[in-house]
């Protein structure tokens, strides 16, 4: 089968900075808790390949070390989102039309109704700025987006008549959703959940923007972001690095979103060809 | 001269050839009727010559409407055409029309798209059209949606769209496919008055030679892409002489060989049930009232009986059915299986005294699992998976003429009538007593039903099962059951023998069934 070439794009640019994430643990070219305030503000050149900032750290190396905290950030809030989500939205369905499902459902509705990134702002304010708090107020907002998408795609399937054989056979909801639904929307699962982790590691970055994210040292694109604002006349290279690493993420994400559907919608698969 | 002369079609799809010399010629005001099955490329000759074929599809020959050639027309001038002088009506009245428009905007869109009228106008016409379909102002005003519609009144909608230009030609695909028996009479009833009042040409595509039969004046037999034989109605059917045209009339009015041994011990016993559906709310705070979908009905299955039940779509079969299979609760009565009570909460064992079958070859397996498994499923109901498993499962595919060696395989990789015999394989494997089959052959083309039904008999000879065959298919319920039951909104209308009640229908509503089933000629010849 030929792979989709937003999907290779999309993918390889999600691939490096993964990878970048994965080699910071072993090796970056400088240390990003050491300040060395004699070799601040360079421009990119051979050592520092990237410049360096106000307080004389390597660009790259916070770059590197900055896209692990995105990295993680973004797949724990996707894991909440799914984790709790999901089988909130199988349970709903498997309970369709009864009180249950207007419970969860109208829960859902409730949590939607909220600007997410204000309430994120206001539980890392009330609980604290830290990169877990981060991780549960951004995660928080994934729960209804997974619950919805599953609820949605596990009625169609209900519908079918292999559900009504599985009933014949004695099985009940929770088998029925663990056996037959829940292979049959994995594939709407993946493809939501990378377009919620684009939408996680934005998220990260805007609440390390306003200083809620991971603290520091740890560095972040976000803070890195707020950190050049006022250099931005003299050292712009500051402030590009992190908002390109943020770019090329975020459209990688959604590229390989986009190329997962082609592969995995059978639907959209057929009107392709 | 003819209104569309095929010469020469050949058609391939991505290489691969569909439609193989096709030569036909349709005359003004006559219906022309093509029969085939499945793959037969018989609605890909209709494609064709509306200029919608697939992507991929090269075509060859000529198909002249009137001098001008529709396969080398371009596309700009084709949707001059569609709509205007060839309109064409499809399968499935719930998909053919676009759910958020009225039923006039719809019928009056063919006109404006032409540029043949005014939108007032337009709309005053596509009045006159649902007229003319049976379709009457008082009932039937033109901000109707579809939704508010029944299947075979939605199909007239789809009509009076084809016809609101006074096309010379008109095709129908499998226009009453989709519908009940008394609804498609109404329907074929309707186009051929349209044909005969209009003067329009009709090509009637169908995979059912009695409809054929009923109302077409020349016919023509497909398969695999070609014409194997055609000529006026009367003729083939009095002399047929293609051997696979003999076959098809044959599976038509197929009766599989078996023995009646129902022995005097009740298996299912159903008594006064009664199951309820709530209705829309019609005030806020009144208690919404309720539909009667099964009401008070009796009957009592009997061992190693084929019992009929037949009824039009929601007569209250399926709920039924679901309530039989231990599903979904009565509101009162009760339904004993083997002398125990049948409740959503029965026991696993119990349970496993009945299986069934569905409709659809398409929706009823996970497509994710492979055969073995699917096959296997019904073991959840014993206690523990029996450690021969693989043995019986087939053994079981063994029994429904398939290969141990298909348990590997995904459902996709098989064909309609093989996933039915996979279907049957699954519901004999705990070795039930009792299998209800929901409309188990209506969605088979009928060479296939043909040797599903010859299986089923077969099945239920050696193996001593009794069948509960729902069906809305009088002819098929004929073919395999002993005893038979109408159903009608909700009740049992008529009750008997089988032969008895197609040879002496009592109720009104039983004759007006019988009346209705398209019949092959008596005297037609194979």
């Excluded at chain 2, 001269?1 to 010629?25: A, Q, R, T, W």
């Excluded at chain 2, 049948?342 to 055969?371: E, H, I």
């Amino acid at each position: 089968m030929r792979l989709p070439r937003t999907l290779i794009l999309g993918g390889g640019l999600f691939a490096v900075f993964l990878a970048a994430a994965l080699v910071s643990f072993l090796w970056t070219p400088f240390d990003v808790e050491i300040l060395n305030i004699p070799s601040k503000l360079q421009k990119p050149n051979a050592v520092f390949w990237l410049g360096s900032d106000h307080l004389g750290r390597d660009i790259l190396s916070m770059l590197m070390v900055g896209a692990r905290t995105s990295i993680a950030v973004a797949i724990v809030a996707v894991g909440i989102g799914i984790g709790l989500g999901l089988p909130l939205g199988l349970w709903a369905a498997a309970n369709h039309g009864s009180w249950l499902d207007e419970v969860i459902m109208r829960g859902n509705d409730l949590v939607f109704a909220f600007p997410s990134l204000v309430i994120a702002i206001l539980i890392t304010a009330v609980f604290g700025p830290s990169a877990l708090n981060a991780i549960i107020a951004i995660g928080i907002f994934n729960i209804p987006v997974f619950a919805r998408i599953s609820r949605g795609a596990a009625l169609s399937i209900w519908t079918l008549d292999y559900i009504l054989a599985a009933r014949v056979a004695g099985k009940n909801a929770v088998r029925i959703s663990v056996e037959h639904i829940l292979p049959n929307i994995a594939n709407l699962l993946i493809v939501q959940g990378t377009i919620q982790f684009s939408l996680g590691i934005l998220a990260e970055a805007a609440l390390s923007y306003v200083g809620l994210g991971a603290q520091p040292p740890t560095p972040s694109w976000g803070r890195m972001l707020a950190d050049s604002q006022t250099m931005i006349s003299f050292a712009p290279h500051l402030a590009l690095f992190p908002g390109l690493a943020i770019v090329f993420t975020v459209l990688g994400l959604n590229l390989m979103g986009d190329g997962l559907r082609d592969i995995l919608d059978p639907k959209i698969r057929r009107s392709r060809r | 001269m003819s209104l569309l002369s095929v010469k020469n079609l050949n058609l391939s799809i991505h290489g691969v050839p569909i439609l193989k010399g096709l030569d036909f010629e349709v005359q003004p005001g006559e219906v022309f009727g093509i029969v085939g099955e499945s793959g037969s490329g018989k609605s890909m000759t209709a494609l064709a010559a509306m200029g919608l074929l697939p992507e991929g599809a090269v075509a060859s020959g000529t198909a002249h409407l009137e001098g001008i050639d529709l396969l080398s027309t371009p596309e700009a001038q084709m949707c001059g055409l569609r709509g205007n002088r060839i309109a064409m009506i499809f399968q499935e009245p719930m998909t053919a029309l676009n759910p958020v428009k009225t039923i006039g905007d719809q019928v009056a869109e063919t006109l404006v798209i032409h540029g043949r009228a005014s939108k007032a106008e337009a709309l005053k016409i596509a009045r006159e059209k649902l007229d003319r379909v049976g379709l009457p102002a008082a009932r039937f005003p033109l901000d109707r949606y579809p939704h508010e519609l029944s299947g075979g009144q939605r199909q007239r909608v789809v009509i009076a769209q084809a016809i609101a230009l006074r096309p010379q030609l008109l095709i129908a695909d499998e226009p009453t496919t989709a519908l009940d028996v008394t609804t498609q009479a109404q329907i074929l009833k309707l186009l051929k008055s349209l044909v005969n009042e209009e003067g329009m040409a009709l090509i009637l595509i169908t995979h059912d030679l009695a409809v054929v039969s009923d109302i077409a004046d020349h016919v023509a037999v497909m398969k695999l892409g070609e014409i194997v034989e055609t000529g006026t109605t009367v003729d083939i059917f009095r002399n047929m002489q293609h051997p696979y045209t003999k076959q098809l009339f044959a599976a038509s009015s197929h009766v599989p060989e078996r023995v009646a041994d129902a022995k005097d011990a009740p298996i299912l016993e159903v008594v006064n049930a009664v199951r309820t559906y709530a209705m829309p709310r019609e005030k806020l705070f009144r208690k919404p009232p309720r539909f009667k979908a099964v009401n008070d009905v009796s009957f009592t299955l009997f061992q190693g009986e084929n019992l009929g039940l037949v009824g039009e779509s929601g007569c209250g079969k399926s709920t039924l059915t679901r309530a039989i299979l231990g599903l979904d609760a009565l509101d009162s009565g009760q339904i004993r299986l083997f002398g125990q009570s049948v409740t959503p909460a029965m026991p696993n064992t119990l349970r496993a005294g009945v299986q069934v079958v569905f409709q659809d070859p398409y929706g009823s397996f996970n497509p994710r699992w492979k055969v073995e498994r699917l096959v296997a499923e019904p073991f959840h109901l014993m206690v523990e998976k029996p450690a021969d498993s693989r043995a019986r499962v087939a053994e079981a595919l063994d029994s429904v003429g398939m290969k141990p060696a298909d348990m590997g395989k995904y459902i996709h990789e098989f064909s309609g009538g093989q996933r039915q015999r996979i279907a049957i394989a699954r519901a004999l494997i705990l070795r039930p007593d009792l299998i209800v089959l929901d409309e188990a052959v209506s969605a088979l083309d009928v060479s296939i039903r043909a040797q599903i039904l010859d299986l089923l008999a077969d099945l239920s000879d050696r193996l001593n099962l009794s069948y509960l065959f729902i069906s809305h298919d009088l002819s098929v319920v004929r073919a395999i059951t002993d005893r038979v039951l109408v159903m009608k909104a909700g009740q049992i209308v008529e009750s008997g023998d089988t032969e008895d009640v197609f040879t002496n229908p009592q109720h009104a509503y039983t004759r007006e069934l019988l009346a209705a089933t398209p019949r092959l000629p008596d005297n037609a010849v194979a």
